[in-house]
């Protein structure tokens, strides 16, 4: 919780989140549940799964973001049923609508469910079912991405992106945009050029984790050959001021999560992540959770570590507010519908807050 009288002001922002993985939001509780609920058996040798506790405190120890990564998809393996799906999400919802999120873009995984025998379209049904949900109990509209895993093979990419079903779901508007996660360093984004490609001939939207752990030239390279229209992380671009000066002109939102990047030790602490920076070149960015169950907080913590590290004014949250609901993938009726609020909590606001 901020300390600070802005805490009430952030949780009542109309906020979008564009950059959270659905497997990534599995809670050390709601996965010790899932695993009793199938009968899945949890790593004997490795003393981080004793129990809920145990886990949540191994999650404050992540060395790297393989380090993580290998947690993350151990914890997949409890997920089996569509119901499953459905609860891991309605999980992440509940927090959402706590933290005042109007809006959410989400990512999942579907070749680290595929390959062990989950099929896409239970995985699909699931997630659906929770959106379906949120919408109707919290008013939170969400659209689905469907997130290829750079560390497997570029054929088993390319053919799940040719999938029957998955081209199904992209043609009905179940998933409207592509992205591309897992461990960046040894994977550039030109090996995933024939995806990004076909994406763009269906006219899915298309975004490319680039710039957390890999040099500012993936960020480059996912911008160029990728054709992507929004990056997901991003922090390294301020190693190249000619790029960060164009992407600044060009508009393109970077998707950053401050509590992500010093828990997987990209930097050591938020105040180093390059929000500042941003806000100065008139880089648009929104602020995300990533890996909440992960990595410690969920939006409104991250928003509320920001406002701590760089005590923002309100005019620089409204700022920030605004170029995340201008660059959702969402209606513009619904836009509009998010701005008015935002203009109605700025109003209220301003007057008690200091500017």
Same mark, same amino acid.
């Given at each position: 919780?901020?300390?600070?009288?802005?805490?009430?002001?952030?949780?009542?922002?109309?906020?979008?989140?564009?950059?959270?993985?659905?497997?990534?939001?599995?809670?050390?509780?709601?996965?010790?549940?899932?695993?009793?609920?199938?009968?899945?058996?949890?790593?004997?040798?490795?003393?981080?799964?004793?129990?809920?506790?145990?886990?949540?405190?191994?999650?404050?120890?992540?060395?790297?973001?393989?380090?993580?990564?290998?947690?993350?998809?151990?914890?997949?393996?409890?997920?089996?049923?569509?119901?499953?799906?459905?609860?891991?999400?309605?999980?992440?919802?509940?927090?959402?609508?706590?933290?005042?999120?109007?809006?959410?873009?989400?990512?999942?995984?579907?070749?680290?469910?595929?390959?062990?025998?989950?099929?896409?379209?239970?995985?699909?049904?699931?997630?659906?079912?929770? *959106?379906?949900? &949120?919408?109707?109990?919290?008013?939170?509209? @969400?659209?689905? +991405?469907?997130?290829? =895993?750079?560390? !497997?093979? #570029?054929?088993?990419?390319?053919?799940?992106?040719?999938?029957?079903?998955?081209?199904?779901?992209?043609?009905?508007?179940?998933?409207?945009?592509?992205?591309?996660?897992?461990?960046?360093?040894?994977?550039?984004?030109?090996?995933?050029?024939?995806?990004?490609?076909?994406?763009?001939?269906?006219?899915? *939207?298309?975004? &490319?984790?680039?710039?957390?752990?890999?040099? @500012?030239?993936? +960020?480059?390279?996912? =911008?160029?050959? !990728?054709? #992507?229209?929004?990056?997901?992380?991003?922090?390294?671009?301020?190693?190249?001021?000619?790029?960060?000066?164009?992407?600044?002109?060009?508009?393109?939102?970077?998707?950053?999560?401050?509590?992500?990047?010093?828990?997987?030790?990209?930097?050591?602490?938020?105040?180093?992540?390059?929000?500042?920076?941003?806000?100065?070149?008139?880089?648009?960015?929104?602020?995300?959770?990533?890996?909440?169950?992960?990595?410690?907080?969920?939006? !409104?913590?991250?928003?509320?570590?920001?406002?701590?590290?760089?005590?923002?004014?309100?005019?620089?949250?409204?700022?920030?507010?605004?170029?995340?609901?201008?660059?959702?993938?969402?209606?513009?009726?619904?836009?509009?519908?998010?701005?008015?609020?935002?203009?109605?909590?700025?109003?209220?606001?301003?007057?008690?807050?200091?500017?």
């Amino acid at each position: 919780m901020c300390k600070s009288a802005f805490h009430s002001f952030l949780q009542e922002l109309p906020k979008c989140e564009h950059h959270m993985h659905l497997e990534g939001s599995l809670s050390p509780e709601v996965l010790f549940t899932l695993a009793k609920r199938n009968n899945i058996t949890l790593p004997q040798d490795d003393p981080a799964f004793q129990s809920a506790e145990t886990l949540l405190a191994r999650y404050d120890q992540f060395t790297s973001l393989d380090d993580f990564l290998h947690y993350y998809y151990i914890g997949m393996s409890v997920l089996i049923s569509a119901s499953d799906f459905e609860d891991l999400a309605m999980d992440y919802f509940r927090h959402a609508a706590t933290d005042g999120i109007s809006h959410a873009e989400v990512f999942f995984d579907p070749q680290a469910h595929i390959e062990r025998g989950i099929s896409y379209n239970t995985v699909l049904t699931g997630f659906s079912a929770a *959106r379906a949900r &949120a919408e109707k109990e919290f008013g939170i509209t @969400s659209e689905l +991405i469907c997130c290829f =895993l750079r560390h !497997l093979p #570029v054929p088993n990419c390319v053919s799940i992106f040719k999938d029957a079903d998955v081209q199904a779901s992209f043609k009905n508007g179940s998933v409207i945009a592509i992205g591309l996660d897992s461990s960046e360093k040894p994977f550039p984004p030109a090996l995933f050029e024939e995806i990004y490609a076909g994406a763009k001939e269906l006219g899915l *939207r298309r975004t &490319a984790h680039a710039g957390e752990e890999g040099p @500012s030239t993936f +960020i480059s390279d996912a =911008l160029d050959i !990728l054709k #992507v229209e929004r990056i997901d992380h991003g922090i390294r671009l301020i190693e190249d001021e000619a790029l960060l000066q164009k992407i600044a002109k060009d508009g393109t939102m970077l998707s950053v999560c401050p509590l992500s990047n010093v828990l997987l030790r990209c930097v050591k602490e938020v105040k180093e992540v390059p929000i500042r920076k941003f806000l100065d070149a008139g880089v648009k960015f929104s602020i995300n959770s990533d890996d909440p169950a992960y990595f410690g907080g969920y939006l !409104l913590d991250n928003y509320c570590a920001v406002h701590e590290a760089f005590n923002l004014s309100v005019a620089e949250w409204t700022s920030i507010c605004r170029a995340g609901i201008e660059g959702s993938w969402c209606s513009q009726a619904r836009k509009d519908e998010m701005l008015t609020r935002l203009d109605e909590v700025v109003r209220l606001w301003t007057p008690k807050l200091s500017v």
